[in-house]
């Protein structure tokens, strides 16, 4: 259980980084004049209903982070190869990289309405705060909650 907290608390901080940091790399650069900008307000997309989903979803965004990083450091090679059997070679590697990175965003479009080319924010919604505790503390706690879920009731 220990570890498994930890885990939890860190998978979300990891998942608002991870999602934050591919936001930031993949946003379009702003075209809009400044005198043209356009308001924007935030919509929700996608709800995580468990620690499991987070976790899946974390994962996801990670995968999808380092094939976009391949990409980037594929194309970089590629330009500066002069080697044209090498340059072949690259150029065969980034497109299958691409093309799988290509196929991840949509799926993660039509799974959690996400994509590499948008900016997210994530909001924590319901937060679960635990502590370490003995059995008789423990016993103690679940006895008040349950005095005041029935004190709630009446």
């Known amino acids: 259980m220990n570890n498994k907290l930890i885990r939890v608390i860190s998978t979300s901080l990891t998942l608002a980084a991870s999602a934050a940091v591919i936001a930031a790399e993949a946003a379009p ?15 929700r997309v996608s709800t995580l209903n468990s620690i499991e989903a987070n976790r899946e979803f974390q994962a ?9 990083q391949a990409v980037i450091e594929l194309n970089a090679a590629h330009d500066k190869e002069s080697d044209a059997n090498r340059k072949k070679e690259l150029k065969s590697q980034l497109d299958s990289v691409l093309a799988k990175l290509n196929e991840n965003n949509d799926k993660m479009r039509k799974t959690y309405g996400f994509s590499i080319d948008r900016n997210y924010t994530v909001v924590i919604e319901t937060a679960h705060v635990y502590m370490f505790v003995t059995d008789e503390e423990a016993a103690k706690i679940e006895a008040a909650a349950k005095a005041e879920a029935a004190k709630q009731k009446k």
């Open 29 to 43: 650069k702003n075209t809009v004049p400044a005198n043209e900008a356009r308001v924007q307000k935030l919509v």
């Open 60 to 68: 996801n965004v990670q995968l999808m982070q380092a094939q976009r």
